[in-house]
């Protein structure tokens, strides 16, 4: 029997591609909420409370832009919770206008190492493989305000047994 003499099932073959493409989405969502782990995103929006990126940014150093993407992607996957625009916002209902926090089991998941619900050692473990925490930093990205020049911010605060800090575009 060859390949074309098959007989495909859509709806399994439906299934399958919706795995893989689950499957990849995790592979995506995963390094970049350990990224969130280890610049303390997560302890950030529980600790000040719901930001927009702007409001996050100015709270931690980082780069506005790069947080705004953070943001969305977090929302996107469910690991934060949109909160509605900020109260007074210029551009209502624009992506910098959204506030982002979290839920009560989203913290619990995110920042509280003593929680059986705990993830971030599974992100950490899962990433690990693809080499984002071996030492060497990610790639940097012209600071705001910059022309060409390159900064980053480390951050230090690593889980359990990892090999080197986070840096992220300031």
């Known amino acids: 029997m060859t390949a074309t003499d098959r007989v495909v099932d859509h709806e399994a073959l439906e299934r399958l591609v919706g795995q893989v493409i689950a499957d990849a989405g995790g592979a995506v969502i995963l390094p970049l909420a350990l990224l969130g782990d280890r610049l303390g995103l997560f302890v950030e929006l529980v600790s000040g409370g719901p ?53 009560a089991e989203q913290a619990e998941v995110f920042t509280n190492p003593d929680s ?23 790639p940097s990205a012209p600071a705001r305000g910059s022309a060409g020049t390159s900064t980053t911010r480390t951050c230090s605060r690593a889980p359990n047994g990892s090999s080197g800090p986070a840096t992220w575009p300031t």
């Open 51 to 103: 930001a927009t990126a702007d409001e996050l940014a100015a709270r931690t150093g980082l780069s506005e832009r790069y947080l705004r993407e953070w943001l969305l992607a977090m929302a996107a996957a469910g690991y934060l919770t949109y909160q509605g625009d900020a109260p007074g916002a210029q551009d209502p209902g624009s992506k910098r206008a959204a506030r982002y926090g979290l839920s």
């Open 116 to 138: 059986p619900g705990y993830v971030v050692g599974a992100c950490q473990n899962l990433s690990a493989p693809r080499g984002y925490w071996t030492g060497s930093p990610m």
